[in-house]
């Protein structure tokens, strides 16, 4: 009687989630959970192609060199996404959504360029892998940057916080669930049946934006509609050149160039320093991250309600400075250091990486308030992950020079610029949390 009862109540929950107001916009559970599901559907080919395979890899025998070209063909379509953002402005078909088009599209292109792994990934190199890998981030960033303009078109600046923290929880979650699931899958079954599993789950996701409305107007600016497919070049750049009118924006430019070099040369060379200096093996790094990553996506969304209540800048510098304190450590202390200490170092990293993702992002969404969203969040983001690049490209260099210990204290060192810079991108005498 009592499983009855459960098994009509759930029934009437997916009825109501199906017949309710799907409409993108006020915070509604349908909005927040669509935003959601597509930063987990980011984060899950991340953790698949990105995490899984570098300690795949690294397990196998693959060298730093390696590595860092391997994950710098995965971050290439991140580093020119101020050249896609305009792309996702500019067109559209009206029919689908002036963002759904983009996400929706997105999703196929993923599910097609996956599609060769699921028959020959067994049989590829590195290379050739981090090349598919790369054509499936086109398209990875192409959703990220049509979600992140629709939250900044469809949020109001009091949800930004409470928003981000969700979506950037999500998204962690989607890396260390992608990471848990690619890494047991490729020991235990090979790389062809864990993209497989990949896939099957991107198009489960698919259905949350198929299933939903969005607004045809920025909102707050519902005077303003935009009803053509296209958005004239010279509209187009006049609305990108609005936001860099305020200084904020110059000193966030700055702020990027430092903020990722860290974690650059931390993703290339923590497998290896962790296989060859603690004797670990892939499956236990494989095991052990995705739970670093999952208190990473509870720590974004607990940076994200704070947000709510605390000046994000200040939020930001104390993050990012407990990042410094950590990388610090780990390069004093690389040599003989405990499996105790090796579990804080992962977990630590990555949950005030998370922390340092969502009040960063919501900052710079505020920044964001024209027609052109994508652009010049694609802006931004590009930054940073250019940033990230450089670290990778460092990362063999500072290992030959300086090993591990010293690659570490870089990983520090280069933090406190972007720690200090956190102060530049507040308004002036601004009191408040918005």
Known sequence: MRDSKKITEFKNLMLNLL?????????????????SSLYFAQGLPVGFLFLALNTYFASKGASISELAIFN?????????KIFLAPFVDAFTIQKFGRR???ILSSQLGMVCALSPLTIVGSELSIYAIGIIGMFVNFCIAFQDLSTDA???DSLEEITLSKANGLMWGSQIAGKGI???????????FGIPFGIGILITLIMLIFLVPLLSRELDFKVGHEPVLN?????????LFKEVARV????????????LIFINLGSGVYEVIYNKFFLEELNWTGEMIGSLRPWGLLSGGLMGLTAGFLGTYYQRHLLLFLFIFVQILIYFFLGMFTDGISNFFAYVIIFGIDMAGAAISVCMFAILMT???????????GIFMGLANISTLIGNNLAPSLMEIFNYSGSFVFCSLSLIPAALLAFKLVRRNSVETT
């Open 367 to 377: 920044l964001c308030f024209s027609q052109t969203s994508a652009t010049n969040f």
């Open 178 to 188: 992608g990471m848990l699931l690619g890494t047991t899958l490729y020991f235990s």
């Open 100 to 102: 759904r088009f983009w």
């Open 19 to 35: 017949t309710d107001n799907r409409t993108l916009s006020s915070g509604s559970f349908w909005h927040l959970f669509c935003l």
């Open 150 to 152: 629709l939250a900044a």
């Open 244 to 255: 860099f009118t305020d200084t904020r924006a110059w000193w966030a430019i700055l702020f």
């Open 72 to 80: 710098s063909f995965l971050l290439i379509p991140w580093t020119i």
């Open 227 to 235: 009803q053509k497919n296209i958005l004239a070049p010279k509209v």
